[in-house]
């Protein structure tokens, strides 16, 4: 059974720093490229980063390019996403999704029609930026 569990989320004040991990279980992850995905109540889900097991390169979305850095460790079957300089509107629930190829691809940042087609997701982890 293909599983990904979140956590790391929490409350944070502006400019702080949270790491976000993803365990997937079910299936290896060194033949899957992993994303990283946002979503506030509302609104579109957004692709957040990118990771290819492939070549190991990484896509970022503009607006956290330089503040977040996503990383992945095989023999744990983890995923990270490390989050500084957090921003007020940085706030929503992040979910970490796998794509069953190698690379994550041009349209990685789409979610649905269009997009990368991801296979799994996991429930998602709350991320709050206080002041």
């Known amino acids: 059974q293909v599983q990904l569990v979140e956590s790391g989320g929490g409350l944070v004040q502006p400019g702080g720093s949270l790491r976000l991990s993803c365990v997937v279980s079910g299936f290896t992850l060194d033949y899957y490229a992993i994303g990283w995905f946002r979503q506030a109540p509302g609104k579109v889900r957004e692709g957040v980063a990118c990771?290819?097991?492939?070549?190991?390169?990484?896509y970022y979305a503009d607006s956290v390019k330089g503040r977040f850095t996503i990383s992945r460790d095989n023999a744990k079957n983890t995923v990270y996403l490390q989050m500084n300089s957090l921003k007020p509107e940085d706030p929503d629930v992040y979910y970490c999704?796998?794509?069953?190829?190698?690379?994550?691809?041009?349209?990685?940042?789409?979610w649905g029609p269009g997009g990368a087609a991801y296979d799994s997701w996991g429930q998602g982890t709350q991320v709050t930026v206080y002041s």
């Open positions: 999704v796998a794509r069953d190829s190698r690379f994550c691809g041009s349209n990685w940042y789409v």
């Open positions: 990771i290819s097991s492939s070549d190991g390169f990484t």
